[in-house]
């Protein structure tokens, strides 16, 4: 990542966009659109890419119909053509989005499936993911020893909300009084590297994760033009 892609992060975060969105590098075109809020011509670019066979492409509009955008509420269906058609060369990607599809279609059992198969592909935002089930218990029993061990594999590979993911969950002291400890006293260093970061990588694998269930719109509607 280079500091033209620092800067433009810095554009972007918080001002356009409100959570990262992963797209692997294949257009500088749509990311200075996005910082133009131009949203739709960068969709547009996206889709050019998708049509010409780029499966990241595919996987970014895949993403993207998982969110409600400005005018265009999130579309499960649409989401899951685009994975799919991703999946023999995004296998990670892919897999991941089709998990959270399977999430908002309450088949829990499925979206675990596919999460795992997307960590079998080395996705490194699917390890904080299949933390998360477990420490959850979504679809199986809870299971805080397993969850623990998938977000430090998260934060060894260099997933950056992990270590704030793995301080919440210390704080609940389901590994212990000591780890209890080690997380809050943590938190607030974890939360600061967190922020800091993501202003500067909203487009990094290392800062994407799937945020659901929040009022918060993945773009700012006033910050984008027709």
């Known amino acids: 990542m280079g500091l033209k892609d620092i800067c433009l992060s810095a554009r972007i975060t918080g001002f356009v966009m409100n959570f990262p969105l992963y797209d692997g590098g294949v257009s500088e075109k749509a990311r200075r659109l996005i910082a133009d809020g131009r949203l739709a011509a960068a969709l547009e ?5 998708a049509a010409t066979g780029s499966a990241m492409a595919k996987c970014v509009l ?3 119909h998982l969110r409600d955008l400005p005018g265009a509420p999130h579309d499960v269906e649409a989401s899951k053509v685009l994975a799919i058609a991703a999946l023999s060369r995004e296998p990670g990607y892919a897999n991941f989005i089709l998990s959270y599809a399977a999430h ?6 499925r979206a675990i499936h596919l999460m795992a198969a997307s960590y079998r592909a080395n996705f490194v935002p699917a390890a ?5 089930i477990f420490a959850a218990g979504y679809g199986v029993a809870k299971h805080p020893k397993e969850a623990e061990t998938f977000f430090l594999r998260a934060i060894r590979s260099g997933h950056i909300p992990s270590t704030l993911v793995l301080c919440r969950f210390y704080k609940r002291g389901e590994r212990g009084v000591v780890k209890r400890i080690f997380g809050q006293l943590l938190f607030p260093l ?7 970061s993501a202003r500067f990588m909203i487009f990094s694998i290392r800062q994407f994760r799937h945020f659901h269930g929040i009022p918060l719109l993945m773009f700012n509607e006033k910050a984008l033009k027709p």
């Open 62 to 64: 895949a993403y993207l």
């Open 190 to 196: 974890a939360w600061l590297y967190l922020w800091i």
């Open 45 to 49: 670019e996206y889709q050019r890419l």
């Open 128 to 132: 904080s993911a299949l933390g998360l």
């Open 104 to 109: 908002f279609e309450n088949d829990p059992k």
